[in-house]
């Protein structure tokens, strides 16, 4: 009596058997050798929940081909058995079902695979009777880069990983010492570069479905950054900080004092504040030159109220002082112009050296350097005032007239 080997259900002959007719089965049974490494197609009943597959023993059938097709049309997911559960064997299983459902293969009470719709995967079955299982022959395919083509591994156009069925995917990259992966987060959308070998396990970068991008630790850019909103959220967001630099890394600082800055952004700066700034437009625009201050107004500077002063006296000898002086001409030299001043223009204006020789109090360090000197211009007021007065005497007493 003939008996069937586990995987392609051959017929194996008993010896003696089949005399004169053996050849047949022989022929039958290369027949379905052929058939093994063939193409085959099977149609799933419309809407069927359940399938079966059974490769016959010693006959065709399409189970028992290499490259098994299921068509079909389907409105659920479907389960496929395939057998006989003691069948060890392997397949390339395409789901071309219509309808856009997944096909699940089977074999027993084991583990089964999902195939989505459109999609190939190569599977095997372990035929270990009603525990039988279903495996992805790929699964943990370990590519070297000597193994595929000789130089590592070449995809084109499209690298696609997972098959659209709700579970995690990942590309592992596996180290010496540390692992790292790139992976889908298929419950929370998200995709994650991650250290480790497991999908969240200490994410790196994490990218939701709306592209909100999450950065774990310290980021490093050696470019620009360019920030096309409006916004940018830090972890301490306190009303009235700015951010300011003190040599390593920008800190959120509270302004106080010298100046203020409300929650509307409204900027005060305090009296006693010290603010320095290339150019001032009051009432139209800046200059953009250095030192230089435009306004379209009276600018009202200090204070001149006899109430807040306690004099000692008026300018003597105001007259001679002024005859000790000279108004000039000038062109900025060479070492204003190293110093930042670079104007070509002809200037009129004092000598700070012989102002000071007179009048030391209106004469002060320049602000570019304390080697040299600046003039207050506004101080010689006083100074024109009592020389004019003093002239103006002297004109009297040579006309034989009093001042009243």
């Known amino acids: 009596m003939s008996t069937y080997d586990n995987v392609l259900r051959l017929e194996e002959i008993t010896t003696g058997a089949q005399s004169g007719t053996w050849g047949d089965t022989t022929n039958v049974n290369l027949e ?15 809407n069927a929940d359940t399938h079966t597959t059974t490769i016959a023993d010693g006959s065709t059938d399409p189970g028992r081909s290499l490259y098994l097709k299921y068509t079909g049309t389907l409105d659920s997911d479907s389960t496929i058995t ?54 992805d022959a790929f699964a943990n395919l370990a590519l ?17 990983v997972g098959t659209g069925v709700a579970e995690d995917t990942k590309i592992v990259f596996d180290g010496n010492a540390q692992d790292f992966y790139i992976g889908l987060d298929d419950s929370a959308d998200d995709l994650i570069i991650g250290k480790g070998s497991a999908v969240g396990t200490t ?22 950054i360019t920030v096309s909103g409006d916004d940018i959220t830090m972890g301490t967001n306190t009303s009235g900080h700015i951010l300011v630099a003190d040599g390593t890394n920008y800190n959120p600082v509270a302004m106080s004092g010298h100046v203020t800055i409300a929650s509307n952004g409204a900027t005060t700066i ?21 030192g230089e201050i435009r306004a379209t107004n009276n600018i009202t500077a200090y204070y001149s109220d006899e109430r807040l002063k306690d004099f000692e006296g008026t300018i003597p000898n105001a ?13 900025e030299n060479e070492t204003a112009k190293e110093l930042g001043y670079d104007n070509d223009e002809l200037q009129v204006g004092v000598n700070a050296q012989e102002i000071q020789k007179v009048m030391p109090e209106v004469v002060k360090e ?30 009297e007493e040579l006309n034989g007239t009093t001042s009243k």
């Open 144 to 160: 070297g880069s000597t193994s595929v083509g000789g130089a590592g591994l070449t995809v084109s156009p499209t690298l696609t």
């Open 32 to 46: 379905l050798i052929a058939e093994a490494f063939s193409y085959g197609t099977e149609a799933i009943t419309t």
């Open 82 to 135: 395939l057998g006989p559960n003691t069948v060890s064997k392997v397949w390339i299983i395409e789901n071309a079902t219509s309808g856009s459902q997944n096909i699940i293969i089977s074999q027993g009470s084991g583990a089964n695979i999902t195939i989505s719709n459109g999609s190939t995967k190569v599977i095997y079955t372990d035929g270990a009777g009603s525990g039988a299982a279903v495996y």
């Open 319 to 331: 007259l001679d002082k002024v005859s000790q002086i000279g108004g000039y001409y000038f062109r």
């Open 270 to 290: 305090a009296t006693s504040a010290d603010v320095q700034v290339d150019s001032i437009g009051i009432g139209t625009a800046a200059s953009g030159t250095s």
């Open 203 to 224: 994410p790196a970068i994490s990218i939701d479905e709306n592209l909100n991008t999450v950065l774990a630790g310290n980021v490093t850019i050696s470019g620009d």
């Open 366 to 395: 320049a602000p570019i350097s304390s080697e040299y000197l600046t003039v207050q211009y506004e101080k010689l007021v006083p100074l024109l005032i009592e020389s004019i007065k003093e002239l103006k005497q002297e004109i």
